[in-house]
């Protein structure tokens, strides 16, 4: 806990110092990368940063913690340590990692406030840094302890048993271990990293959701060509080639209990749903499941047919699509054309609404939400880029 004294340093300088954090995040970044550029080539999703993508969720995250310093609110802190540290155990983050940071952002922050950071200014945000990094390294020792690795060594290598095209621009991969051992176990609704060498010799790393059944000793992701991984992956992996890919991590789980369920996504976001939907069909679930999906055109849906097939395996389930492209089928509601309303559908208000998508998707769905009367306690959500900050800024998972 931090000390009251700081608390009302931070409440004073805090306006002045989160109007400077992008331009801080940009420093800290340029300063790190010069002294460690096998970070960026590495670790860092460097297309984020050519978008400026990381330096906004790292500000954001500063700004936010702080904020939650002089308005605490446990459930949108827990979110916040919890989203990231799944997210840094999937990359292999380790506590002394946290120092480096530190040296080059505390660096950054002096070189844009200059004078208006006085010992004791600095004394404050140095607490406040700490704090946080405390938290996550704790959370992400508790992480690697559960999943029976040591920290930061979540790194395997697998095969590529099976590659099956899902739309013209998604394809699926079954991956399986190498040398007759195990793959670890996962919760449905988690996802791994995936580091692939590139040309120029990076190694870069993304996260995909795995969407097979938990109970078999293989893995599935499905991946949509959109960037310099997704497209290595697209041209360069086939049967029989390996892959480097972490332990499964993250926190979009069901939840324990047998409240009916809505399972809402768009375009490759259905693949944690279609995650959550096998355990589901194994389990033989018999609570009311909504399953509602957007796209843009059924010729270009990701698992369109393995979509319907689970649905209909389960005994109280119904399945509702938009494509913002295509003839209206006269399906009745099944079927719509236009992007996702849900101004008419009915949802229970006992019901557990999980939402995986892109950032605008997950914004408007949950304002969609939020006027049908959903709690936002009853919202949980799947998302991989920076919009997880203001979606945990605005409410918790």
């Avoid at 805090?14 to 970044?29: H, K, M, N, Q, S």
């Avoid at 310093?69 to 459930?75: V, Y």
């Avoid at 996260?207 to 992956?233: A, F, H, N």
């Amino acid at each position: 806990m931090i000390s009251e004294h700081t608390k009302n340093v931070l409440a004073a300088t805090l306006p002045a110092v989160e109007g400077a954090l992008p331009d801080i995040a940009r420093t800290f970044y340029g300063r790190l990368f010069a002294a460690h550029p096998t970070l960026l080539q590495d670790l860092f999703n460097r297309s984020n940063q050519k978008t400026e993508d990381q330096p906004r969720v790292l500000a954001g995250s500063i700004a936010l913690f702080a904020h939650l310093q002089l308005d605490p609110d446990a459930a949108r802190r827990s979110f916040l340590i919890n989203r990231i540290a799944h997210k840094h155990a999937s990359l292999g983050v380790t506590a002394d990692q946290y120092a480096i940071v530190h040296e080059h952002l505390f660096a950054a922050i002096v070189e844009i406030l200059g004078e208006a950071v006085t010992p004791e200014v600095a004394e404050a945000w140095d607490e406040l840094y700490w704090e946080m990094a405390n938290l996550l390294i704790g959370e992400e020792s508790a992480l690697y302890s559960a999943a029976g690795v040591a920290p930061g060594d979540v790194w395997r290598t697998v095969v590529v048993q099976q590659r099956r095209q899902l739309s013209p621009d998604a394809v699926s991969f079954t991956l399986v271990a190498t040398g007759g051992q195990d793959l670890p176990s996962f919760r449905p609704g988690q996802y791994i990293s995936v580091q692939v060498p590139l040309d120029d010799g990076a190694n870069q790393i993304r996260q995909y959701s795995l969407t097979g059944p938990t109970g078999i000793d293989e893995w599935r992701i499905g991946v949509k060509r959109d960037g310099e991984v997704s497209t290595y992956l697209h041209e360069r992996v086939f049967e029989g080639d390996t892959l480097r890919v972490s332990t499964p991590f993250g926190d979009l789980a069901l939840p324990d209990d047998d409240a009916p369920l809505v399972l809402a996504s768009a375009g490759i976001g259905c693949t944690p749903v279609i995650g959550l939907l096998n355990h589901l069909v194994e389990k033989a679930d018999s609570r009311s499941i909504q399953v509602l999906h957007a796209d843009r055109s059924r010729s270009r849906q990701p698992h369109r047919g393995e979509l319907a097939e689970l649905v209909a395996a389960l005994p109280d389930a119904t399945l509702r699509q938009w494509y913002e492209h295509g003839v209206d089928t006269g399906a009745a509601d099944a079927v719509r054309i236009g992007r996702m309303d849900l101004s008419d559908i009915t949802i229970d208000p006992r019901a557990h609404v999980m939402v995986c998508g892109p950032a605008g998707f997950l914004g408007a769905v949950r304002e969609d939400l939020h006027g049908l009367g959903v709690a936002e306690d009853r919202i949980h959500y799947e998302t991989f880029g920076p919009e997880l900050l203001r979606l945990g800024a605005a409410g918790t998972d």
